[in-house]
């Protein structure tokens, strides 16, 4: 039996008094809940694919929009694991804009005159920012389109786009609206139904129905993984690591990122994290490598990039710079002698980087789960100051900024 099947097997009470009653659940929980996602996409197709014509996606290139993918933290982290596959299904600028920089420089994101849609991505739709920047465009830029992902029926963000013809919302399960502090299961489920998205943007009737295959060889290596991964946070998290560093490539950065997120907010800044992509590390980055420091790198799929990859792992181990090299992968031929520790999910088939996120951010969830318990604090609300909450609080919106061109 697993170590996240042991903390499954708690008490009720026993769970609650430990912090346990919503993290361990959150986290097992997600490749049950990936088809469920999928078919809400699917149910609501014909919509959303009129939606995304209507905004200019999947028709002449010439008149495509400018992408913008908003968020604040875990949310901002889904959009950046969106990106690549976006831009090159949908073949026009996609970028990834935190509502928090909305929030302070609006007008150097929105050009007069260009078309855009935007795509929300938020747990509870309540974020401060993100509530506040969409009003603001709803209001101020009114040919902006915007499609809202959200977990949470009761939201703001989902009330405001309700009856607009150039809005649209996509609803998420309750059960992946996250109890605990950290997002876990509503991060994968919003990058899938982001997945979904790219696919219902191609003028491919059948492109959809071609990712439910990968869906299917990502539900099956989820499930596989979750308990190999556990056991190696588990073991990692009983080490006296004080820091930890992630790297990643193209798409895997963001998971680098969340990841990196994920042990810091868990273990309320006990570890710290850098994350970095494989080729940014030496640039200053790897300075942070000690023995103490923990080194994950999310390895490519992609035969250039994980030359890249595999040379900065060599390097680190020539130098000694730390004790411990973890190599997440799906492939994980000939990768003993490039790290310490080489685990990956079973893969039925090969899948392309785009789409290996929600699997591969599990361990990056387990580690923060584990790490947060050797720091014997509640990974439920593992912040025992309230520096942070499940909902950001204590931010007091003055108004969105437009700064002047004058000097």
Not at 50 to 70: C, H, K, M, N, W
Request: hydrophobic share 40%; proline share 5%.
């Amino acid at each position: 039996m697993s170590q996240l099947s042991e903390l499954l097997k708690l008490s009720d009470q026993e769970k609650k008094n430990r912090g346990l009653l919503n993290t361990p659940r959150e986290i097992a929980q997600q490749p049950d809940t990936w088809g469920g996602t999928f078919a809400r996409l699917q149910k609501s197709r014909p919509e959303i694919k009129e939606f995304l014509r209507a905004a200019g996606v999947g028709g002449d290139p010439s008149q495509a929009p400018t992408v913008i993918l908003v968020g604040a933290g875990t949310s901002d982290y889904t959009g950046r694991a969106l990106v690549p596959l976006l831009r090159r299904m949908w073949k026009c600028e996609v970028i990834a804009v935190p509502s928090t920089d909305l929030m302070t420089d609006f007008p150097d994101y929105v050009v007069p005159g260009r078309s855009y849609l935007w795509i929300s991505f938020s747990r509870s739709g309540q974020s401060p920012e993100g509530v506040t920047v969409l009003r603001k465009a709803l209001a101020d830029a009114p040919d902006i389109h915007h499609l809202v992902v959200t977990c949470n029926a009761d939201g703001e963000m989902i009330r405001d786009v309700k009856g607009n013809r150039r809005a649209f919302a996509v609803l998420l399960d309750e059960a992946v609206n996250d109890r605990g502090l950290a997002m876990t299961s509503s991060f994968t489920n919003m990058v899938l139904a982001g997945q979904c998205l790219a696919h219902l943007g191609l003028a491919n009737a059948d492109s959809l129905d071609d990712y439910g295959d990968i869906l299917g060889t990502l539900i099956e290596a989820g499930k596989s993984f979750l308990d190999i991964a556990a056991d190696r946070a588990a073991e990692l998290a009983a080490g006296s690591y004080n820091s930890a560093c992630f790297v990643g490539s193209g798409p895997l950065k963001a998971v680098a990122t969340e990841s990196g997120l994920k042990l810091l907010e868990l273990t309320a800044g006990k570890i710290r994290t850098v994350t970095e992509s494989a080729l940014g590390l030496r640039h200053g980055p790897m300075a942070v490598l000690d023995k103490e420091t923990l080194f994950v790198c999310y390895l490519s799929n992609d035969e250039c990039k994980r030359k890249y990859e595999a040379d900065l792992l060599k390097e680190i181990g020539s130098k000694g710079l730390v004790r411990t090299r973890v190599a997440v992968g799906s492939n994980g031929k000939d990768l003993t002698s490039l790290a310490e520790l080489v685990l990956g999910p079973k893969m039925m088939r090969p899948v392309a980087d785009y789409y290996r996120a929600p699997v591969d951010i599990m361990f990056g969830q387990l580690l923060g789960l584990f790490f947060s318990m050797r720091c014997g604090l509640k990974p439920d609300t593992p912040s025992p100051t309230g520096a942070i909450n499940r909902v950001v609080q204590g931010v007091q919106i003055y108004d969105v900024c437009s700064p002047s061109l004058k000097i």
